[in-house]
C-alpha cells in the first residue's frame, strides 16, 4: 500500500508541476500569436491524444518531463503564409518571454500553495533546546537546556522550520545572533559561531551539527494501534501494550523506542512488555520498507499533549500572499546557496536526489495530510523552477543565457554553436539524472 500510494502521489506531483510548467510556456506563446503545434505531458509512447483547434494535446507513458512543440523552421519546413507565427522569427524579448514564463509558472504556483497554506493554517513546533552536548557548538556559545530561539540575525524563528531556512540562509555569516529566552522566562542574545562547513555533511541536520537536539514532550512507549500482517503483529504486540525494555534497555519514552527500532533493521529485538498487568517478552523484527524502517505499530497520543509546544500560522488572504512570496524567495535563495556549495564541492555529489527519493517524500508527505502534501508540492515546484533557470543548454535558463547573448551582439548565436551547446547540455542532464538515479539506489540497498 505505501508503496502503491508513493506511486501514484509521484505521479500527481510530477504531473501538476510539468502540467504548470508547460502551460506556462504554452500561454504566453498563444498569447503572443506564436503557433503551437503540440503540447505534451510525458515522454515516449503517446497514451491518449486530442486535438483541439490548431494543438494536438498527448498525454505520454513516461511521465518524468513534457514539452510545448511550437512551430519553428529550425525543426522543419513552414509555409510562406505561416512564417511570422514561427518561434524564431519572433524578436528576442518575444522568445524569452516564452521561455521564462514555465519556470515563473512554478513560482506563481508555489505562491499560490503557500497562500492556501498560510490561510487556513499550519501548525508548528516551537524551537525550544532540549538535551546539548558538551563541547558543541550549541553549548560553546551558551545555549542552554529549556531555551527557546525567538530569531536568528533578527529574524523571527517562531517554529524549527522557521529556525532551519533562516539557519542557512545566514550561514554565510561568520557569525549569528540569536534571540533566546530561557525557561526561567530570561532573555538573553546569543552569539553563535559555525566552527565547522555545515554543507560538508547536510544529512546530519541543523541540531546535530550545532550539538543538541530540539526538545519535545515525552510521550510513552504504549501502543495504540498493530497494523495487519506487520513485524508488530508477527511478535505478538497488541494495543495498549507498554513497553518496558527493548534488548535489556530501559524504555522511558516512545522516542527512545523508536531509536532502537531504527537501528535494529532486519534483526531480533528482545522486548518486555506489560500486558494487563502481567509481564511478557516478545521478539521483534523491524521490517525495511520504502526507505524506512517500520514495526507497524502506532503510539497512543494522550489530548492535547502538544498544545503547549505548538505555534499556528495562520494569516489572513493579503497577508498570506506576501508571506508566502517570502517563503518562496526563501526558499529560492536556500536553493541557489546548496547550488553554489555543491560546485564549490563543499556538499558531496551524493546528496542529489532523483525521482525515488521524490516519490517516497511525495508518499510520505501525502500520507500526512493534505497540507504537509501541498507543502511539499510547493517546495519541489519551487525548486523545479529555479532548476529550470540555471545556464545549462537544453533547460530554459540556457536558451535564456543565448539570447542575453543575442542581445548584448545584436545578432543570434551561431546555429552550430547552438547544436554544440545543446549537445553537451544534454550529456550534462544525463549525467546528473544517472547519479541521482544511482544514489537513490545507494539509498535503497543502505536500509
Request: overall charge positive; proline content about 3%; charged content about 20%.
Amino acid at each position: 500500500m505505501d508503496f502503491l500510494i508513493a506511486v501514484i502521489s509521484f505521479i500527481l506531483v510530477i504531473g501538476i508541476l510539468v502540467t504548470i510548467h508547460e502551460f506556462g510556456h504554452f500561454w504566453v506563446a498563444k498569447k503572443l500569436n506564436i503557433k503551437v503545434l503540440r503540447f505534451s505531458i510525458g515522454f515516449g509512447k503517446i497514451l491518449k491524444s486530442w486535438k483541439i483547434g490548431e494543438t494536438t494535446y498527448t498525454i505520454c507513458a513516461l511521465p518524468l518531463g513534457g514539452f510545448v512543440k511550437m512551430l519553428d523552421e529550425a525543426e522543419g519546413k513552414v509555409n510562406e503564409e505561416e512564417k511570422h507565427r514561427a518561434f524564431n522569427r519572433q524578436n528576442v524579448y518575444k522568445r524569452i518571454a516564452v521561455v521564462i514564463a514555465g519556470p515563473l509558472f512554478n513560482f506563481i504556483l508555489a505562491v499560490i500553495l503557500y497562500t492556501i497554506i498560510f490561510s487556513v493554517g499550519v501548525y508548528g513546533i516551537k524551537p525550544i533546546v532540549g538535551s546539548v552536548e558538551t563541547n558543541s557548538i550549541a553549548n560553546k556559545s551558551g545555549l542552554e537546556t529549556g531555551d527557546q530561539i525567538l530569531s536568528v540575525n533578527n529574524q523571527k524563528t517562531p517554529t524549527i522550520s522557521e529556525f532551519s531556512i533562516k539557519f542557512i540562509q545566514e550561514l554565510d555569516k561568520n557569525q549569528l545572533q540569536l534571540k533566546t529566552i530561557s525557561k526561567n522566562l530570561e532573555l538573553k542574545n546569543i552569539t553563535l559561531i559555525p566552527s565547522e562547513d555545515f554543507f560538508k555533511a547536510l544529512e546530519q541536520g541543523i541540531d546535530e551539527y550545532l550539538g543538541f537536539k530540539f526538545a519535545l514532550p515525552k510521550i510513552e512507549a504504549i501502543i495504540d494501534e498493530v497494523f495487519p500482517d506487520s513485524p508488530a503483529m508477527l511478535a505478538g504486540l497488541k494495543s495498549k501494550d507498554t513497553i518496558l525494555k527493548a534488548n535489556n534497555q530501559n524504555i522511558n519514552s516512545w522516542h527512545e523506542f523508536v531509536k532502537i527500532i531504527q537501528s535494529n533493521a532486519n534483526k531480533e529485538i528482545l522486548l518486555t512488555v506489560m500486558r494487563d498487568n502481567s509481564i511478557l517478552d516478545l521478539v521483534l523484527i523491524p521490517r525495511n520498507q520504502n526507505n524506512s524502517i517500520k514495526a507497524g505499530v502506532s503510539v497512543m497520543v494522550p489530548d492535547n499533549y502538544l498544545d503547549d509546544w505548538k505555534v499556528l500560522i495562520k494569516k489572513d488572504l493579503i497577508d498570506s500572499f506576501f508571506m508566502a512570496n517570502s517563503r518562496v524567495y526563501q526558499l529560492a535563495v536556500l536553493n541557489l546557496k546548496i547550488i553554489k556549495e555543491m560546485i564549490l564541492g563543499k556538499i558531496p555529489l551524493n546528496q542529489i536526489s532523483g525521482p525515488i527519493s521524490i516519490a517516497n517524500y511525495a508518499g510520505q508527505t501525502a500520507q500526512t495530510g493534505i497540507i504537509s502534501f501541498l507543502s511539499f508540492l510547493a517546495l519541489v515546484s519551487t525548486g523545479l523552477g529555479l532548476l529550470n533557470l540555471l545556464p545549462i543548454p537544453m533547460l530554459d535558463g540556457g536558451h535564456l543565457f543565448l539570447y542575453l547573448i543575442e542581445i548584448v551582439k545584436g545578432s543570434k548565436v551561431n546555429q552550430k554553436l547552438q547544436q554544440t551547446l545543446t549537445k553537451i547540455g544534454f550529456s550534462i542532464i544525463v549525467l546528473l539524472t544517472a547519479l541521482a538515479m544511482y544514489n537513490d539506489i545507494l539509498r535503497l540497498l543502505s536500509f
